[in-house]
């Protein structure tokens, strides 16, 4: 009896978790760059970290063996004081490699966090079926550890935002990061600390959010003849 009442709790945080996930795409003043307090960094930091663990909790087919590491995935976190930098410095650093209305300088004006997460194609594999079986789950590990973040970073309160990357895949960034050009970027997660959600900034919903739909349409309950 007590078990199964734990249980259903735990079940009931996990869907609040899921649901209550949203794109919070935070956007500051390149102007005046939100300064995050050390204070309010400390407090967060160990949260982050520890929900980067947690993420590499993800499944994943096979041995990647990259520099003996079997995960398929890496991760690079950039800290508060680092998106600002990239902030400052944006259209120096990517003179004519940027979107005209890109909205990565002010995002990285506002984030407490972005967290790069990268995942490694299968290296020295002649094109076949095969290889690209392997990569797609290479991929599709990868994923579920972003989701996994995502979903860790929502219940500590935390805003999250999956962007596709825009300038950190490129050639510049990737040198200025330290990053093998062997990665491939899948997700850049930005962060919005819980202390500064009540700040006075435009946020912007998911592109996609309004075009959901109810599980009927997607899911097909298979019935063999
Ligand atoms: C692989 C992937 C890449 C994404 N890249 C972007 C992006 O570059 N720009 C963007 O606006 N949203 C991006 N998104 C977020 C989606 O727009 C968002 O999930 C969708 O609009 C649904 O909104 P929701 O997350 O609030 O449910 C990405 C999502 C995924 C899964």
């Not at 929502?154 to 200025?176: D, I, K, L, P, V």
């Amino acid at each position: 009896m007590q078990k199964n009442s734990w249980s259903a709790n735990q079940h009931q945080s996990v869907r609040n978790t899921i649901r209550n996930r949203r794109t919070l795409k935070v956007l500051g003043d390149t102007n005046h760059p939100l300064e995050i307090s050390p204070e309010i960094c400390d407090t967060n930091r160990p949260l982050v970290l520890q929900a980067i663990a947690d993420a590499g909790c993800a499944p994943f087919h096979y041995d990647r063996n990259h520099q003996s590491i079997a995960e398929p995935w890496r991760f690079h976190l950039l800290w508060h004081e680092q998106c600002r930098k990239i902030a400052a410095n944006f259209f120096e650093w990517f003179d004519g490699d940027i979107k005209p209305n890109t909205k990565l300088p002010a995002m990285l004006s506002a984030s407490g966090a972005l967290i790069i997460v990268n995942w490694l194609p299968q290296e020295g594999l002649a094109k076949s079926e095969k290889s690209t079986l392997i990569n797609e789950e290479h991929l599709a590990a990868t994923a579920a550890a972003v989701q996994n973040l995502l979903l860790l970073l929502t219940a500590h309160g935390m805003g999250t935002y999956w962007s596709s990357g825009g300038q950190f895949r490129s050639e510049a960034m990737y040198n200025r990061m330290g990053i093998s050009p062997v990665e491939r970027l899948l997700a850049a997660v930005f962060v919005e600390f819980p202390e500064t959600m009540n700040l006075d900034m435009e946020r912007l919903p998911g592109k996609q959010r309004k075009n959901r739909t109810s599980v009927e349409k997607w899911l097909n309950v298979v019935e063999i003849e």
